[in-house]
């Protein structure tokens, strides 16, 4: 079987009593509930019944958590790849409402399309896209072994990439996301070209706090 797809995973539900928006700051781990959330997103992808070859994640905590049954499932090592990690975001480390009632903040929201709050959509999709180049191009050298790719990664990337793919506007309402905790986002390459073929969303709901 040839190596057809690429699985965007999100991580799953995180610990966060506080409703930090906690970005990329270290120590933030996976709930009880986020623990059986990897796991569905796993126990789906395998019950596809295709070889995974290709594990990347995330450096950060809850997507290394969230990688680990995808490794047991299918027997690979997690590779760390910094350009799957969650985008920079000036509110990292806050509670948003909070923040956003604090006029000395609004000058962050005043370029939306950028955005300015954060690392622009554009660099967003670049580093995704080339880890997906990447990865796809490595898995189609001639005498390697059959197998699909997998990448742990955030909502934000994962949701960037799909409106990329697409060909939308990367300018959006972050509420809006398509992109649920331990989701997974399946695209195609064909002849140099992506394209988005399947989502799912294989866990019970969890609590989505402190999302970018």
Do not use: K
């Not at 991580?11 to 970005?23: D, M, S, T």
């Not at 697409?166 to 695209?187: I, M, N, Q, Y």
């Amino acid at each position: 079987m040839p190596a057809e797809r690429l699985h965007l995973v999100r991580h799953g539900e995180v610990h966060n009593p506080a409703r930090v928006l906690y970005g990329r700051l270290p120590g933030y781990l996976l709930s009880e509930a986020g623990h059986r959330m990897a796991q569905a997103a796993a126990d789906h992808v395998a019950g596809l019944g295709r070889p995974v070859l290709t594990l990347r994640c995330s450096p950060l905590e809850r997507t290394q958590e969230s990688a680990a049954p995808f490794a047991e499932a299918f027997g690979l090592a997690p590779a760390l790849d910094e350009r799957l990690i969650e985008p920079t975001n000036v509110f990292e480390g806050t509670q948003m409402r909070r923040a956003l009632r604090n006029p000395a903040n609004w000058r962050h929201l005043r370029r939306p399309a950028v955005p300015s709050w954060g690392e622009p959509y554009v660099s967003i999709v670049a580093r995704m896209r080339a880890a997906m180049d990447e990865a796809w191009e490595q898995a189609s050298v001639p005498d390697a072994p059959d197998g699909d790719i997998v990448f742990v990664s955030h909502q934000a990337p994962i949701w960037i990439t799909h409106l990329a793919v697409a060909g939308h506007p990367l300018r959006h309402d972050p509420r809006t996301r398509r992109c649920a905790l331990s989701s997974v986002t399946t695209f195609e390459r064909d002849g140099g070209i992506w394209r988005e073929i399947d989502y799912a969303e294989p866990a019970v709901a969890g609590v989505d706090l402190g999302a970018v």
